[in-house]
Nanobody, 119 residues
């Protein structure tokens, strides 16, 4: 099992910035990718950004140029720097870790952290 502890959410005005962190512990071997997803009220959970163990990144079109994902492999931590925040970025943000063991992917999720963008 992998335990994920998220931090960094909160209330911010439009145009502001926040940095989310997610620290992984437990069975952290074979972690392949780490990432962030978000879910707004009444909507499905959508990908925000992912980063592989090799550093390759993938972003949702809606956040490209504003959000940056990074990871510290030594600390088993993934970060999401969010700049130029918009009201439509308001959602619960979930950390995700994918472990690949003998060719099978295993997902772990954090408890979620609320991000609210409002004036």
């Amino acid at each position: 099992q992998v335990q994920l502890v998220e931090s960094g959410g909160g209330l911010v005005q439009p145009g502001g910035s926040l940095r989310l962190s997610c620290a992984a512990s437990g069975s952290i071997f074979s972690i392949n990718s780490m990432g962030w997803y978000r879910q707004a009220p009444g909507k499905q959970r959508d990908l925000v950004a992912t980063i592989t163990s090799g550093g390759s990144t993938n972003y949702a079109d809606s956040v490209k140029g504003r959000f940056t994902i990074s990871r510290d492999n030594a600390k088993n931590t993934v970060y999401l720097q969010m700049n130029s925040l918009k009201p439509e970025d308001t959602a619960v943000y979930y950390c995700n870790v994918v472990r690949r063991i003998y060719g099978v992917d295993y997902d772990s999720w954090g408890q979620g952290t609320q991000v609210t963008v409002s004036s």
